[in-house]
């Protein structure tokens, strides 16, 4: 570990010896979509990653809104590619945050859809500082956002790094996430889709229940309408919610808002005392996804 004494936080005394404990920043990439309102609310840092529109590139939640991103793919003649954040602008977030904080748990999307974890890693050992705890929360969207927030909580209850780290890696047996696309030709292009020419060809006319597998996007179940499709993913959700140890769960949309919360309501009716919220599938998912799918996730005490 590069230090941990520099700009305490507090000092504890137990059992008459001085404790010092550290500050912990949280960081994240913008492929977590966590609302704003939460972000501002735990102090959650993020670094973008990019899409790429010929020779333009804009940065998620930066250069360009989500729903400028859904109108412009719809003019485009090829879709967007995606780009990782720069190592450079991570470093300079980093040696930023290390003004302020001791250490920084950052949590990103996972490392076999995308580079950033490794882009992370590679900038938090070019930083003497800070001490960086990188963390692969093998999925993305909104399911990583959950990661975020517990380590969030975790940061302000005053654990450490160590201990939200580890928290988070058993986090990884109770998070569920499942969505539907329309369309599966963005996966196809992007090469996101594990085994894709396998089985595009019987999915074409198919609306398929994806899900993450080892930090990989696969398909989790075949349903010929979406009608379906979200009622089996509702299914599973509220088989869960029957057991009464559902923490959170997130109604996910690609711009098409409406259905998620009418998602959210119908489950509120059943369950009022289960948190729940409403998020997006954003540029740099939505150029993997396509516009117009759902998702749904949730994770168990």
Do not use: C
């Amino acid at each position: 570990m590069k230090r941990h004494d520099r700009n305490i936080n507090f000092v504890l005394y137990f059992w008459g010896k001085e404790v010092k404990t550290m500050k912990v920043a949280i960081m994240t990439d913008t492929t977590s979509y966590i609302p704003k309102d939460i972000r501002q609310k735990f102090n959650i840092y993020t670094v973008p990653l990019s899409v790429i529109f010929g020779e333009d590139s804009y940065r998620e939640d930066m250069d360009i809104t989500t729903e400028e991103f859904y109108e412009k793919v719809r003019n485009a003649e090829n879709l967007p590619t995606t780009s990782q954040p720069a190592i450079g602008e991570v470093v300079d977030t980093l040696e930023k945050l290390s003004e302020e904080y001791d250490a920084v748990v950052t949590i990103h999307l996972s490392s076999k859809i995308s580079g950033t974890f490794q882009a992370v890693k590679s900038a938090g050992e070019m930083v003497e500082s800070i001490d960086v705890y990188p963390f692969d929360s093998s999925i993305s969207a909104m399911a990583q956002g959950f990661y975020v927030l517990e380590a969030a909580e975790r940061a302000e209850a005053g654990d450490s790094p160590e201990e939200i780290i580890a928290h988070l890696e058993r986090m990884k047996k109770y998070v569920r996430a499942y969505f539907m696309v329309d369309d599966l030709n963005h996966l196809q292009h992007g090469g996101r889709l594990s085994n894709a020419q396998a089985i595009i060809g019987s999915l074409l006319k198919i609306k398929p229940i994806l899900h993450f597998e080892d930090g990989f996007i696969v398909p989790f179940e075949k349903i010929r309408t979406k009608k379906k499709a979200v009622h089996r993913i509702i299914g599973m959700l509220e088989e869960q919610a029957a057991q009464g140890n559902v923490k959170r769960v997130v109604f996910i949309h690609a711009n098409d808002e409406p259905a998620a919360i009418e998602l959210e309501k119908s489950f509120i009716a059943k369950y009022p005392d289960v948190e729940t919220m409403i998020s997006y599938f954003g540029p740099v998912i939505g150029t993997h996804l396509g516009e117009k799918l759902l998702g749904v996730s949730w994770y168990t005490e």
